[in-house]
């Protein structure tokens, strides 16, 4: 089955510093990946993928994302954080060759951005 | 391009009344739809999903319903509301192309049952 873990509920940073948000995946095969930006009372909004290629990731609003195949991880990183980043964000799995599987989201982290 | 609209916005109803929510997709044929619930801000909890007219398959054994009566039209019901029913209501939807391609989501309905 397959299962996404964010292990941080919370991550504080300050404004000007580098944030990561951490996400680690179970699946068969091989996955793609996804991460999501939700800000209050809104729908999720896609950030970047990894489908295949060069693990490192470039997405909307000068975030990124490494994937580390044998770390099962896809962790979020943006270099200089902004206050307006403060937000929910989502990562998410789907198996590539299990059509039987569809998207599985990981219980969110929320980001606050300190001034 | 394509768009994904939900109605309403915000609802509030009482317990045992009816619920109809709408999700209509414009600018793609033939797209992979989904409902969403999240509670309390946090996590989305896969309702329904459906990969073509009249065919919904239900995640979650529940006191709702889907349907799918046109290609890009996904509605989401219930003839009784519970108290346990209210949260954020997501519609989704991706190209049925590839699996590679990412979910777009609608913006979202607020429901409380009171």
């Known amino acids: 089955a397959q299962s996404v873990a964010q292990p941080e509920d919370q991550v504080n940073v300050a404004e000007g510093n580098p944030l990561t948000v951490k996400c680690t995946y179970s699946?068969?095969?091989?996955?793609?990946l996804f991460w999501y930006v939700q800000y209050p009372n809104r729908g999720l909004q896609f950030l970047l993928k990894?489908?295949?290629?060069?693990?490192l990731v470039k997405g909307s609003y000068g975030f990124e994302a490494e994937f580390n195949k044998s770390q099962t991880s896809f962790h979020l990183k943006k270099p200089s954080a902004l206050v307006s980043d403060s937000a929910l964000y989502f990562c998410?799995?789907?198996?590539?060759?299990?059509?039987?599987?569809?998207?599985?989201f990981g219980p969110g982290t929320r980001l606050s951005v300190l001034p | 391009s394509q768009t994904i609209h939900q109605w309403p916005a915000t609802l509030v109803q009482p317990v045992g009344s009816p619920l109809s929510l709408e999700c209509t997709v414009e600018?793609?044929?033939?797209?992979?739809l989904y409902w969403y619930r999240q509670a309390a801000g946090r996590g989305l909890q896969l309702l329904f999903y459906?990969?073509?007219?009249?065919?919904i398959s239900s995640e979650v054994p529940q006191n709702l319903s889907a349907s799918r009566p046109q290609d890009r039209q996904f509605i989401l019901s219930s003839k009784k509301l519970l108290l346990s029913d209210s949260g954020f209501y997501l519609c989704?939807?991706?190209?049925?192309?590839?699996?590679?391609?990412?979910?777009?989501f609608g913006p979202g309905t607020r429901l409380t049952v009171l």
């Open positions: 989704a939807w991706d190209p049925s192309s590839g699996r590679g391609n990412e979910q777009f």
């Open positions: 699946v068969s095969g091989n996955p793609y």
């Open positions: 990894y489908i295949t290629g060069d693990n």
């Open positions: 998410a799995v789907r198996a590539r060759d299990n059509y039987g599987q569809n998207f599985v």
């Open positions: 600018g793609t044929s033939n797209p992979n």
């Open positions: 459906s990969v073509g007219i009249g065919q």
